[in-house]
């Protein structure tokens, strides 16, 4: 079992950067993919980046260039690094962790199985 907290979200403006955090607790052999996920208001979850053990990393179009997903797996935590940000980007974000059903698509939020609780971000023109 994995628990996953986010932190890390907030206000900036546009072109602003912030860096989102999610803390990993617990131990599940399965999660070899995870990934962060951002909601927008009355729309449906976004699959934003997704990072594998090997390192492969998988980025939406709308971030990439703009967004970097990475780990540091000595303290087991994921990092969602944010440049450039611009107003669409403003959501809730959380993080996912596979569980035993096995990711083939890295986007794709209805194949994670752990998820934290999510934190706001929001951008302002």
């Known amino acids: 079992q994995l628990r996953l907290v986010e932190s890390g979200g907030g206000s900036v403006h546009t072109g602003g950067s912030l860096k989102l955090s999610c803390a990993v607790s617990?131990?599940?052999?399965?999660?070899?993919?995870m990934a962060w996920f951002r909601r927008f208001p009355e729309k449906e979850r976004e699959g934003v980046a997704a990072?594998?053990?090997?390192?492969?990393?998988t980025y939406a179009k709308s971030v990439k260039g703009r967004f970097t997903i990475s780990k540091d797996n000595a303290n087991n935590i994921l990092y969602l690094q944010m440049n450039t940000l611009q107003p669409e980007d403003t959501a809730m974000y959380y993080c996912?962790?596979?569980?035993?059903?096995?990711?083939?698509?890295?986007?794709?939020?209805?194949?994670?199985?752990?998820w934290g609780q999510g934190t706001q971000v929001t951008v302002s023109s």
């Open positions: 996912a962790a596979e569980g035993e059903v096995v990711v083939r698509d890295p986007l794709e939020g209805s194949q994670y199985h752990y």
């Open positions: 617990g131990y599940s052999h399965d999660s070899n993919y």
């Open positions: 990072l594998h053990v090997d390192g492969t990393t």
